[in-house]
């Protein structure tokens, strides 16, 4: 007999940016080196801040990395209206 109460736990799969050379947001809301992102999950580690705006100008809405303007922006707590929509130096 086989039990059915007990299930595979399905594989965490992140989505992830591909923009820069050296920082990567992951889906999550987490921002990594392109060194330390799992390369099975695609997931940054679970360390460091979360939703980080380091380097947005929340009232310019711009910030100086895609990585940590969409790591901003996935931050649920912020609306829409807020959300940073342009990158500097792109």
Not at 2 to 28: E, M, W, Y
Not at 48 to 75: A, I, M, P, T
Request: charge should be neutral; proline fraction near 4%; charged fraction near 20%.
């Amino acid at each position: 007999l086989f039990r059915k109460d007990i299930g595979f736990a399905a594989p965490i799969i992140c989505r992830s940016t591909v923009q820069g050379r050296h920082l990567i947001s992951d889906d999550n809301g987490y921002v990594c080196s392109a060194l330390s992102i799992d390369p099975w999950s695609r997931c940054c580690p679970r360390t460091g801040g979360r939703f980080s705006c380091q380097g947005c100008n929340l009232d310019s809405q711009c910030c100086n990395s895609y990585e940590y303007c969409v790591s901003c922006c996935l931050n649920p707590s912020r609306d829409q209206g807020s959300r940073c929509a342009e990158v500097e130096g792109s």
